[in-house]
């Protein structure tokens, strides 16, 4: 079973930068983060996986959003996410994901848009 925990929330100001982490138990194959801002839709933010390839980070977020994973002793790890030039628009609700989907995609093998395990969320506002 995995569980996902999510933390480093709270306020910043805008232009600052701010980390978030995602304590996760259990073996995965692809991590997310999504974010949800107030009256906005869920939205995808970065992936990663083990699969052997780099973090794939939204377009819009590239340059400002960065991803990282460490690996801890038996079926733990720690996925962050670092926001640096903090805007406004950043403001939202964090949640971590996790799941074993992947498919294959011009011969690499993807995460697929598939997490069943989610962490409860971490706040973000921006002042």
């Known amino acids: 079973h995995v569980q996902l925990v999510e933390s480093g929330g709270g306020s910043v100001q805008a232009g600052g930068s701010l980390k978030l982490s995602c304590e996760i138990s259990?073996?995965?194959?692809?991590m997310a983060w999504f974010r949800r801002g107030s009256g906005k839709r869920r939205e995808w933010v970065a992936t990663e996986s083990n699969l052997g390839h780099r973090a794939v980070i939204d377009p819009s977020h590239e340059g400002r959003f960065v991803v990282s994973t460490i690996s801890h002793e038996g079926p733990k790890k720690t996925f962050h996410l670092v926001i640096n030039n903090v805007k406004p628009e950043d403001a939202a609700v964090y949640y971590c994901?996790?799941?074993?989907?992947?498919?294959?995609?011009?011969?690499?093998?993807?995460?697929?848009?598939?997490?069943?395990?989610w962490g409860r969320g971490t706040q973000v506002t921006v002042s």
């Open positions: 259990g073996n995965t194959t692809c």
């Open positions: 994901a996790a799941g074993d989907t992947v498919v294959s995609s011009n011969g690499m093998m993807k995460c697929a848009d598939d997490y069943p395990y």
